[in-house]
């Protein structure tokens, strides 16, 4: 069974730069899995942030972006702040109905 | 604005069963395909189930498949889960999320199941 790979923490410099990714246990990933990317802070609902690979939700800053990079989806926090401390989830569409999230990405600021 | 409310969590013995609602307000409900996703204490997030905007296709994830059931009624604008054969590893947050171009587009706040004797 394929599985969906993520950092399981990062850590950025307030002001920086951070590229998360997305990845597959077995082959690539492409727009074709319309990857999404959400926010979560402990006790609270995800927040969506990134749809069909780099389409920013309503409402969520520039700052977010999305791509694919070489065989992987990415998510780009540029000039992270402290309330990006966070942790962050990707979501691939498997195919035939079928969703599957990474394991998530503990960012810290600091 | 979009608005999700999930509803039905609680404590529930192993093996018991326990029917989730979310009700949805905010948008065109039977337009719209929904999820639901669930989240163990202290972990991450997964992905239990889908069902199309008019309740013709539903899909499951292998850890729930045979045990929970995905259904909705649109003339009441809810969503449902019924979840039978209850483990403790199905204790979780359980939330329902509105589909948006194959992405979890708005969520709601999440009820908590707990199965425990």
């Known amino acids: 069974q394929t599985v969906v790979t993520q950092e399981p923490s990062f850590s950025v410099s307030p002001g920086g730069t951070v590229t998360l990714t997305c990845g597959l246990s077995s082959g690539s990933v492409s727009t074709t899995y319309y990857p999404s990317w959400y926010q979560q802070t402990p006790g609270q609902a995800p927040r969506t942030l990134i749809y069909s690979t780099n389409t920013r939700s309503s409402g969520v800053p520039d700052r977010f972006s999305g791509s694919i990079l070489g065989n992987k989806a990415a998510l780009t926090i540029t000039g992270a702040q402290a309330d990006d401390e966070s942790d962050y989830y990707c979501?691939?569409?498997?195919?035939?109905?079928?969703?599957?999230f990474g394991g998530g990405t503990k960012l810290t600021v600091l | 604005q979009v608005q999700l409310v999930e509803s039905g969590g609680g404590v529930v013995q192993p093996g018991g069963s326990l029917r989730l609602s979310c009700a949805a307000s905010?948008?065109?409900?039977?337009?719209?395909?929904i999820h639901w996703v669930r989240q163990a204490p202290g972990k991450g997030l997964e992905w239990v189930a889908f069902i199309r905007y008019d309740g013709s296709n539903k899909y499951y994830a292998d850890s729930v498949k045979g045990r929970f059931t995905i259904s909705r009624d649109n003339s009441k604008n809810t969503l449902f889960l019924q979840m039978n054969s209850l483990r403790a590893e199905d204790t979780a947050v359980y939330y329902c999320a509105k589909d948006s171009v194959y992405c979890l587009g708005s969520w709601g706040q999440g009820t908590l199941v707990t199965v425990s004797s």
């Open positions: 979501v691939l569409y498997m195919g035939s109905g079928i969703w599957a």
């Open positions: 905010g948008f065109s409900f039977s337009s719209y395909g």
